[in-house]
């Protein structure tokens, strides 16, 4: 069966960085889209990061040039590595499998960033 399971979040002070992995199984991870979704307490989902099946990346513009995205087919894990991280970068992320564009139809369990000094 289609498994995501994220991994690399964490407590970290304003300004540092941190490394999300979400390993995949059960599918054809080369095949398919992958993203990345947040969401703050207290508030809705928020698209963070896409990445297409042949490399191309996409990003919020409340995390450009502070993040990216990258994708080891090999190793059939998704990775979010986050730079400059800030408060309001505090959430839970979700990494989530492209289904039918442009709707999402597997999802990981989520790991905690907590971005606080």
């Known amino acids: 069966q289609v498994q995501l399971v994220e991994s690399g979040g964490g407590l970290v002070q304003p300004g540092g960085s941190l490394r999300l992995s979400c390993a995949a199984s059960g599918f054809t991870f080369s095949s398919y889209d992958m993203t990345w979704v947040r969401q703050a307490p207290g508030k809705g989902l928020e698209w963070v990061s896409d990445?297409?099946?042949?490399?191309?990346?996409y990003y919020a513009d409340s995390v450009k040039g502070r993040s990216t995205i990258s994708r080891d087919n090999a190793k059939k894990t998704l990775y979010l590595q986050m730079n400059s991280l800030k408060p309001e970068d505090t959430a839970l992320y979700y990494c989530?499998?492209?289904?039918?564009?442009?709707?999402?139809?597997?999802w990981g369990q989520g790991t905690q960033v907590t971005v606080s000094s």
């Open positions: 989530a499998r492209m289904g039918t564009w442009p709707t999402w139809d597997y």
């Open positions: 990445i297409n099946s042949g490399g191309g990346t």
